[in-house]
């Protein structure tokens, strides 16, 4: 990876830095049209940046802004299943922070393990359990990025978690809150898996999200996270689920999770 030239390349593109850094994950990527856009950069003109392999993942940068909020949206994230390495996974977060960004918002869709759960709904995330064989902070590391080991007691922001619940309830919007497990996939899980990661205290499962939240909360962003409840892995509950319906089902929920996340970049 060719950080500093990508760096320096986005610096020469974009008129303004951003104040926050949103990662649109699968079937999320419509939240863009909400953006007052200056620039959109292809990843393939960014050098040395991976490239977005996932139907639902656009696969650009988004510069713009959310009424007067300067924000930079990654329309597409890369996941370790795509043979991507932890540093590459991380690189949008890593990103963020080093142009300047102070709040990091992280959409995904996952799997719902909560009985109480439905399909569509979303979920807050408050915690979560790093089940990926590896980690974004593993190697040598940088000290003007953050500390080599950072506490993990309190990751997402419970102000900006909040604040999200506060806005959900003024536009009559049904929220969940929970722990979000996040392992490497891209196999969904077995029955015997789902009742697994129930039992370890988690909420919902995904392919994504924890590594890029790892690496903002050692560069000292303040994170965020939110889940869309695609599929559930709940006994008696469990379906065969296609990725076609996976980013069908985020596409119906980013109705009610779009606004929100606006409103919520406003008063953040």
């Avoid at 393939?44 to 940046?49: E, K, R, T």
Wanted: net charge negative.
């Amino acid at each position: 990876m060719e950080l500093d030239k990508i760096l320096q390349y986005l610096k020469s593109k974009f008129p303004f830095l951003p104040e926050t850094a949103i990662i649109l994950g699968s079937g999320l990527g419509s939240f863009s049209n909400m953006v007052r856009v200056e620039r959109e950069v292809p990843y393939s003109d960014l050098p040395g940046f991976p490239q977005s392999t996932v139907k639902g993942h656009k696969g650009s940068l988004v510069l713009g802004a959310i009424d007067q909020k300067p924000i930079i949206a990654f329309n597409g994230r890369f996941h370790y299943y795509e043979g991507y390495s932890m540093d590459q996974v991380a690189l949008p977060a890593r990103i963020a922070a080093l142009l300047g960004c102070k709040n990091i918002i992280a959409s995904n869709a996952a799997g719902g393990v909560n009985p109480d759960f439905e399909v569509g709904d979303i979920m807050l995330i408050s915690d979560h359990i790093n089940l990926f064989p590896n980690n974004p902070l593993i190697g040598a590391n940088n000290d003007e990025w953050g500390t080599r080991f950072p506490d993990m007691s309190q990751v997402y922001s419970k102000n900006i978690l909040s604040a999200a619940e506060k806005i959900a309830a003024e536009q009559g919007t049904k929220v969940q809150k929970g722990v979000y497990a996040g392992l490497t996939g891209p196999c969904l899980e077995t029955p015997a898996e789902y009742k697994y990661i129930r039992v370890i205290g988690a909420d919902a499962v995904g392919m994504s999200t924890v590594p890029e939240i790892i690496a903002a909360h050692h560069m000292g962003m303040k994170c965020f996270g939110v889940s869309i409840i695609t599929d559930l892995g709940v006994e008696g509950k469990i379906v065969k689920t296609t990725h076609e319906d996976v980013v069908k089902r985020a596409d119906e929920a980013a109705e009610k999770l779009n606004p929100l996340i606006k409103e919520l970049i406003c008063r953040i």
